[in-house]
Each structure stands twice: as structure tokens, then as C-alpha cells.
């Protein structure tokens, strides 16, 4: 069976400091993997997603980036936090051809930058 | 450790009918139950969040319960219309740690026959 796994699962960082998430899945090969956050009184948001090892594709402009180093590992970085970057941040993957297939979700990260 | 099931797995109504998608939880120490919506190529989107203080939460047609004590939220659409169809996904959300953060159920796949 497939697995999803995010670490860490909660951290606090100050602002202006680097920031690596990372999500890896087991069971599964050539996923989609996505990149949520869900910020306070906000809702969830797709921040990327990926179809393939170094394919990378964003759908907000903001100070985060992603890579794909390997097919079933996606992380999530940046060179500096900001306040607003707090959140909760969800992977998530999906098999198939198209980003219609179900997605199933990690536990999620919570990051709170001070 | 928490598990969340959601009943049922797919529905099929004609327009117009009420209808209630049910979630359970086997943790009653959860921080909020949340319900979002899965739409095809459009990932997640957030509909309600309801504290674990709070009871129900209402937007629009929809009104999401919680009951702690039996472990349990419903998701009731009223009126329901051919856009209401997409999958339904119920989240309860732990206090972290080895708890997890956000635990997602399966989902409900809801289709609205006009």
C-alpha cells in the first residue's frame, strides 16, 4: 500500500531564516506530488505541483520553491522566511496522467515563523 | 492513533435533494474537523472548519456538525445542485506529534443529476 510521509511535523523559525520541508512517498512510482498551505482564515492552497522528477509547475508567485531531486520525494524551500509564510503545509500525491486523479494527503507540516 | 472514515463512499442524487455525507473519528481529541471539496484538476478547496469547541458551522447550503463524543461530523447540503458534484473529504485535525497533524478520510464522491 502507498504511504505519504512529511517532516518535520511542526517547527518555529525566525523570520529571514532558510526553510526546508520534505515529502516522500512509498508504494507508489512516477506520482504527481502537490504542495499545499493553509494559512489562517484562509483556506487550502495549491502552492505546486509536479508531474515529474525536476518538472516543476506554480501556481502563486511567492518567496517558496520546490524541487523534485527524485520521483517520489518533493520538498519545499526558501531562502528566507517571512511572517506570512506561517501555515500548515500539506503534500500530497496522486497517480495517473492528469492532475484530475484523487489526491491522497501527508499529515501536514506546521510551521509558525516569529 | 486516528483514523476517520467517511459513509458513504459515492452518492448519486437527482437535483434538488437534501443530503448528508457522514464522518467519523476515532479520536475525540482532535483541534477542528474540517470538510473540504475536491474538484477535478482544482485540487482542494476549504468549505467549513469546525472548532472542536464548536458545534456546527453554516456557509450557504451547507451546515457541518460535530459531536465529539460519539466521534462523529455530518456534512448536510441543502437543495443540492449538478456543481455540487465532487468528491467530499472530512479532516480531523490532532494536537501533532505522533498524533499526526491533519488525517483525511477517503471522501464521499457526490454526483448531482440534473
Known amino acids: 500500500s502507498q504511504t505519504i510521509h512529511q517532516w518535520p511535523a511542526t517547527l518555529v523559525q525566525p523570520v529571514g531564516s532558510p526553510l526546508s520541508l520534505e515529502c516522500t512517498v512509498e508504494g507508489t512510482s512516477n506520482p504527481n506530488l502537490y504542495w499545499y498551505r493553509q494559512a489562517a482564515g484562509r483556506g487550502l492552497q495549491l502552492l505546486f505541483y509536479?508531474?515529474?522528477?525536476?518538472?516543476i509547475s506554480s501556481e502563486v508567485p511567492q518567496n517558496l520553491s520546490a524541487s523534485r531531486p527524485q520521483d517520489r520525494q518533493f520538498i519545499l524551500s526558501s531562502k528566507k522566511l517571512l511572517l506570512s509564510d506561517s501555515g500548515f503545509y500539506l503534500c500530497?500525491?496522486?497517480?495517473?496522467?492528469?492532475?484530475?486523479?484523487?489526491?491522497?494527503f501527508g499529515p501536514g507540516t506546521r510551521l509558525l515563523v516569529l | 492513533k486516528q483514523e476517520v472514515t467517511q459513509i458513504p463512499a459515492a452518492l448519486s442524487v437527482p437535483e434538488g435533494e437534501n443530503l448528508v455525507l457522514n464522518c467519523s473519528f476515532t479520536d475525540s481529541a482532535i483541534y477542528n474537523l474540517q470538510w473540504f471539496r475536491q474538484d477535478p484538476g482544482k485540487g482542494l478547496t476549504s468549505l467549513l472548519l469546525?472548532?472542536?469547541?464548536?458545534r456546527e458551522q453554516t456557509s450557504g447550503r451547507l451546515n457541518a456538525s460535530l459531536d465529539k463524543s460519539s466521534g462523529r461530523s455530518t456534512l448536510y447540503i441543502a437543495a443540492s445542485q449538478p456543481g455540487d458534484s465532487a468528491t467530499y473529504l472530512c479532516?480531523?485535525?490532532?494536537?501533532?506529534?505522533?498524533?499526526?497533524?491533519?488525517?483525511f478520510g477517503k471522501g464521499t464522491k457526490l454526483s448531482v443529476k440534473p
Open positions: 469546525i472548532q472542536s469547541s464548536q
Open positions: 509536479s508531474v515529474g522528477i525536476g518538472q
Open positions: 479532516a480531523a485535525m490532532g494536537y501533532g506529534g505522533s498524533q499526526g497533524n491533519l488525517i
Open positions: 500530497a500525491w496522486s497517480e495517473g496522467q492528469g492532475l484530475e486523479e484523487t489526491q491522497y
